[in-house]
């Protein structure tokens, strides 16, 4: 028996707001969940980058000083080695949320500086690609849907299966090779022309840098220098893109919901933008995430063959000379990226399609 | 001719008008003939229903009209609305007249209506374009239109989803979205086959009402002569693409002159074969 005076439960103001927006709802409930993975993957890499076989104290000690205990002992204790896994874990977490992640043994820097200026590197190359891909790849999709087992339909088939099947280095070889050596049209590798300093650092993306300092010579050079690995890393995920986009149309396109909309003598653009790309997304953003992933371990091959000097270079050099803070920098900030993609995509699936906010 | 003829029986005057209509849609081999010469006549205020067997090409009637037919279709006969003959109008006419002067209501609204469209996105688009109605009158109009189709709380539904709401909701949606520019004709195609039971009759009876009120001439496809008998002025009966019996309701479904129709009623249940 409750009692009727039982006060009600009182709704605060942003809940309130919560209630009333069931989008914004949807959305910080997903947030909360990329927190608690960004945690499962600190676990993660930790875990993993200690089970891996190898000594680092035998592969940062030099030959002669391998030989001698007391300097691999003291190597072990300055780098907390000596002390149990769990203590480590709980000293490096510490040490992380005061974004601290030691020091890499390779340059003798600390970690983040290095990540400071290897991630956005990275992402201005993986962002740029996968911002092309996504309007070539949409474009090219919708066109063959609606160009079905036509003479154009056959063509970008050939186009697609290509771009999925060629592989990325030997295109970025050839692509280099033609564009720079032949041709000549091409700005030779690295991000910026030789001898041109960064812009002033406020996102890392040199492009973005230079539009904001107005330092126009520098935004082409790193503009120009972007083009070609970024079309490179596009090959793939265009194939990809198109093939799907095709079949997410060509299904929407067979709906009731889009006759129904044909039937109110609503204009054909708008029939295809608003009825038929509105359901058809939904399918391209899942694959689009996906794509990403492809498109970031593409970009390791890609920046060692143009000399970009980003994550996918950094962690190559880190992994091979078991340059154990760096590694675990690299895997930390990998695996917040994926989740962030993760997150972007239920986030578009939520604000492209209403049903899936309510759960 | 044939206006002279209804002019002379004295009914009321014809809106919608198909003679002979044919149709071939592509085959594996060459073309195959759905419709062999469909006549009918559709009337302001009256509900002229099409009933036949599964496949006999209602359907198909039906989209012929709106000129919604599948690829490759091609079409013999005439279409005549108000005197314009649809079949032979360009395209862009064509999509002009959809909509705005014949409209059509599909068989399950849990499909017809798009699932990532806000109501009021859906049944104020064809609106604005046809109407060249301001966001706001769009939105007026919209509301007055969900109150027609007796929508509890109009103004919260135009905010709403389509999943939202109960199928008999949705369907009384879809029909204030084909009512939304006045049209002169409408076609609902089996427009409570994938409703519950117990919805059905309330929709229909929601169709007799706006037909009588706004004076709409419907065509109402349905298989079932049970609805046919409660709701239809007068009726068709189809069968193979041939229009096999027409007529007023009493006369085609109480004394039948085709034996198709016959056996049609016989298959009602609760009826025994006299
Ligand atoms: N897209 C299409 N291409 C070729 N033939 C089709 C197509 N759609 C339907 N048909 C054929 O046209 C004929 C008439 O179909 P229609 O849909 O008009 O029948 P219906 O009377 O509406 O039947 P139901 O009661 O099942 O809805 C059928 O024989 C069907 O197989
Ligand atoms: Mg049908």
């Known amino acids: 028996m409750s009692p009727r005076w039982a006060p009600s439960r009182r709704v605060s103001g942003g809940g309130r707001l919560l209630a009333r927006h069931p989008l914004a709802r949807f959305l910080l409930r997903r947030t909360a969940v990329a927190v608690l993975l960004a945690f499962g993957v600190t676990l993660v890499t930790f875990v993993l980058t200690n089970v891996v076989p190898g000594d680092p104290a035998a592969a940062n000690l030099g030959q002669r000083a391998i030989g001698d205990p007391a300097v691999v002992d003291q190597f072990r204790k300055q780098h907390g080695l000596d002390q149990p896994l769990p203590a480590q874990y709980v000293t490096y977490l510490g040490h992380l949320f005061q974004g601290d992640l030691g020091e890499s043994q390779q340059t003798h820097q600390p970690v983040l500086t290095d990540l400071a200026t290897a991630v956005p590197a990275t992402l201005e190359l993986a962002g740029a690609a996968i911002a092309v891909s996504l309007v070539i790849g949409v474009a090219l999709g919708v066109v063959a849907a609606l160009r079905r087992d036509r003479l154009t339909d056959q063509l970008l088939r050939v186009v697609s299966l290509l771009g999925v099947s060629v592989p990325t280095f030997w295109l970025a070889l050839l692509a280099f090779y033609v564009f720079f050596y032949q041709l000549g049209v091409a700005p030779g590798s690295g991000r910026l022309a030789p001898g041109m300093a960064p812009p002033p650092y406020v996102t890392g993306l040199h492009t973005i840098d230079a539009a904001l300092a107005g330092q126009w010579p520098v935004f082409w050079s790193a503009a120009g220098h972007l083009v070609l690995p970024a079309l490179v890393l596009t090959a793939y995920t265009v194939g990809l893109l198109t093939r799907f986009t095709r079949s997410a149309v060509l299904d929407v396109l067979g709906q009731d919901y889009v006759r129904a909309a044909r039937a109110k003598g609503l204009p054909g653009r708008t029939v295809l933008l608003q009825y038929v790309l509105r359901a058809a997304l939904v399918p391209v953003v899942t694959i689009a995430g996906l794509a990403f992933g492809a498109l970031l371990s593409g970009t390791v091959l890609v920046e060692s063959i143009f000399a970009w000097p980003g994550l996918g270079a950094y962690a190559y050099r880190s992994a091979t000379t078991l340059d154990l803070p760096a590694v675990m920098g690299v895997g930390l900030v990998v695996g917040i990226v994926y989740l962030t993609v993760n997150l972007a995509v239920d986030v578009l699936y939520g604000v492209i399609d209403p049903r899936v906010r309510v759960q | ?274």
Do not use: W
Request: with cysteine.
């Open chain 2, 1 to 274: 001719m044939t206006t002279t003829e209804t002019t002379a029986t004295g009914k009321a005057v014809e809106v919608l008008r198909i003679d002979g209509l044919t149709l071939d849609l592509p085959a594996e081999h060459g073309a195959h003939r759905i419709l062999h010469g469909i006549d009918l006549a559709l009337r302001p205020g009256r509900i002229h229903g099409l009933a036949g067997e599964s496949g006999s090409g209602k359907t198909m009637t039906g989209l012929a009209v709106l000129g919604l037919l599948p690829d490759g279709a091609r079409t013999g006969g005439r279409i005549r609305l108000d005197g314009t003959d649809l079949l032979t109008l360009p395209p862009r006419q064509l999509g002009a007249l959809r909509g705005r002067a014949v409209s059509m209501v599909f068989q399950d609204p849990s499909t017809s209506l798009h699932p990532m469209l806000s109501i009021g996105h859906q049944l104020t688009d064809h609106l604005r374009h046809h109407r060249k109605l301001d966001r706001k009158a769009a939105r007026a109009r919209a509301v007055e239109l969900l109150g027609q189709v007796r929508i509890p709380n109009p103004a919260a539904a135009l905010r709403s989803y389509p999943h939202q709401f109960s199928g008999g909701m949705r369907q009384r949606i879809a029909i204030a979205i084909a009512l939304a520019c006045d049209p002169q004709v409408l076609i609902a195609d089996e427009p409570t086959t994938a409703l519950d039971v117990t919805v059905q009759a309330g929709v229909l009876r929601l169709l007799r009402r706006l037909c009588d009120e706004l004076g709409l001439a419907v065509l109402l496809i349905t298989h079932d002569l049970g609805v046919m008998s409660a709701l239809a002025d007068s009726v068709s009966v189809m069968r193979r693409g041939r229009v096999v019996e027409t007529g007023p309701r009493g006369q085609v479904l109480t004394a039948p002159r085709h034996e198709y129709t016959r056996t049609l009623l016989d298959a009602l249940p609760g009826r025994n074969t006299p």
